[in-house]
């Protein structure tokens, strides 16, 4: 992903966030994290850009703690990525490269995949048995995530890291022990501004430099309101047949079109986000919005009407979509995207 999209996509992802054995033999697994030699800030966050291998694959648990009612758990659409929004859920992930990766949201009785392989993204219901195939554009890299929430510790990462300027504080906490490697502790705090984030912490695997857990705390909270890391890992390459998907038979399968620009065209404007305020008091502004009636549905579940629209209010993020098809967003309190708007 490049810095210009994490940068716009870190209210949405960040404070949105409005989601065990060990598998790997190294020699620093199980180690005491206390004999860590010390980094600084500045060294922690080169460890991050430079991580020694993007092969891994793993048990991640998210949990989310974001002041929302419960959410539906029956029927075709219980498991998929609206469900990352509440509780605590568990996910298999495994990625080998760039344009390879696959996680698995895994419920009592059903799963719901993400799975990409090149150009080929498929997504798989086993509850409705529904598949879905989209065909990237060939310069399209990157993982890709079963929802705007991040759903490995690589990816809420990538998103924090990209506020940090004038308006973060970074600081090291005391090492850790996750999934029982050995990490560093790395800590983002705004610096100031009118954001609902209290902090932002990273744990950052001592050999490998790959994040292995993020937690993100509410301004005055003492508990992450979200928080996502890894419960076992391996940093061996998967199996290739791992990011290979054929629909069961039987299956529906719904072929999507990704959106295309002509070379050297301009994208339309209403697809462009606008992105107001800075750091993390940023807000992100889509518009041309036209949610489809079941979205609208569930929004209405979450939402509260105001004068401007639909709003849903969060621990982390605001949301407010509004009558004239806006959607605003951002780590801010309410008001402010009522003002914005």
């Known amino acids: 992903m490049s810095s210009s999209r994490i940068r716009w996509a870190v209210p949405v992802v960040v404070a949105a966030t409005v989601a065990g054995s060990v598998l790997v033999g190294s020699a620093t697994a199980g180690a005491d994290p206390s004999t860590l030699a010390p980094r600084t800030a500045a060294e922690l966050l080169a460890d991050l850009a430079a991580p020694t291998t993007d092969a891994l694959s793993g048990t991640v648990t998210e949990s989310a703690d974001l002041g929302l009612p419960a959410l539906p758990t029956t029927g075709h659409d219980a498991l998929g990525p609206t469900t990352l929004l509440t509780g605590t859920h568990t996910l298999r992930v495994w990625t080998d490269g760039p344009d390879r990766s696959r996680v698995a949201l895994q419920g009592q009785l059903a799963e719901y995949d993400v799975v990409r392989s090149g150009a080929d993204v498929w997504t798989w219901s086993s509850q409705g048995r529904e598949a879905t195939h989209l065909s990237l554009p060939a310069r399209s890299t990157g993982a890709v995530p079963p929802s705007g929430l991040p759903s490995t510790p690589g990816e809420a990462a990538s998103a924090a890291l990209a506020a940090i300027g004038p308006s973060t504080t970074v600081a090291v906490d005391d090492a850790v022990s996750v999934a029982g490697r050995p990490a560093r502790q790395l800590v983002l705090t705004p610096r100031g501004g009118d954001t609902l984030v209290g902090s932002v912490r990273i744990a950052v695997d001592a050999e490998t430099h790959v994040p292995l857990q993020v937690q993100v705390y509410a ?12 419960s076992s890992v391996s940093f061996r390459a998967p199996a290739a047949d791992v ?99």
């Open 243 to 341: 990011f290979a998907f054929t629909p069961p038979a039987g299956a529906t399968v719904r072929q999507l079109t990704a959106p295309t620009t002509p070379a050297g065209a301009a994208r339309p404007e209403r697809s462009r986000p606008i992105l107001s305020g800075t750091g993390w008091s940023s807000v992100l502004t889509l518009t041309g919005v036209r949610p489809t009636p079941a979205q609208i549905a569930q929004l209405d579940q979450l939402a509260t009407v105001v004068p401007q629209g639909r709003l849903l209010s969060t621990a982390l993020v605001s949301v407010l979509l509004t009558n004239d098809g806006r959607l605003l967003v951002g780590a801010v309190p309410a008001r402010v995207l009522q003002a914005a708007a």
């Open 219 to 230: 301004a005055g909270a003492g508990a992450p309101a979200f928080q996502v890391g890894f």
